[in-house]
């Protein structure tokens, strides 16, 4: 491992921007990923969709947002009704849990898992924001979480306001802060994610020439 990771994780400056990939989309926890449930109910052949392109077909139906806010809820219901799978699904998030000195995550995940296994106190709105105290363990959900459903980012409509907020609001200039001052360790990404590249797309532009 680089040298540069280890000495930031020893000072508590390392931070961790969690993908899909750790949680409850990672292979040996089902089957078949979100994506793949929505395409089968659409009937959707086509897989060259992005995921929020796929997720804007699901919610121009008819209560299109609020059926896929229920798909979303029951998919981590199933996951909880078995012990096993939801062992599976947060052996990323237990292995954290005893790491003390990583104190800040960044995620694009929905599920609270960082909350229940890591103590991890979510910042997801910014009112959230104003009482995060930097030397309690936190977790920045750029696209929002289950618990607070009106904060889901999903679909392409979603993407164009998160990168807005991003771009001009509070959470987004603590993205920055984030990405410019400390070591970060991107894990839980595929590098064709529709969010994954959005993301890169949102720190090349800040950050252009470094």
């Known amino acids: 491992m680089p040298k540069e ?24 926890v089902l089957p078949f990923s979100f994506y793949e449930e929505v395409q089968d109910e659409l009937n959707v052949k086509d897989n060259n969709l992005s995921f929020s392109e796929l997720m804007q077909l699901y919610c121009d139906k008819p209560d299109g947002r609020v059926k896929l806010i229920k798909k979303i809820k029951n998919r981590f219901n199933y996951i909880h009704s078995f012990p096993e799978i939801e062992n599976l699904a947060t052996r990323f998030h237990k292995e954290l849990a005893e790491q003390y000195y990583i104190r800040t995550i960044i995620t694009t995940n929905w599920d609270t898992y960082f909350e229940s296994y890591c103590a991890a106190t979510p910042i997801v709105t910014p009112a959230d924001y104003r009482v995060w ?16 459903i009106g904060s889901i980012i999903a679909t ?6 998160c990168a807005k907020n991003l771009e001009k609001g509070i959470i987004g200039s603590e993205l920055k802060r984030l990405l410019a001052k400390k070591i970060v360790v991107f894990i839980g990404f595929s590098f064709g994610d529709d969010d994954f590249t959005q993301i890169m797309d949102f720190i090349q532009s800040e950050f252009e020439g470094f």
């Open 5 to 28: 990771v280890i000495e930031a994780a020893k000072n508590g400056e390392l931070v961790l921007f969690c993908g899909a990939g750790i949680s409850t989309e990672n292979k040996t």
């Open 156 to 161: 392409q409509d979603d993407y164009e306001i």
């Open 133 to 148: 105290d930097e030397n309690d363990r936190s977790v920045l959900k750029i696209h929002g979480s289950i618990s607070n």
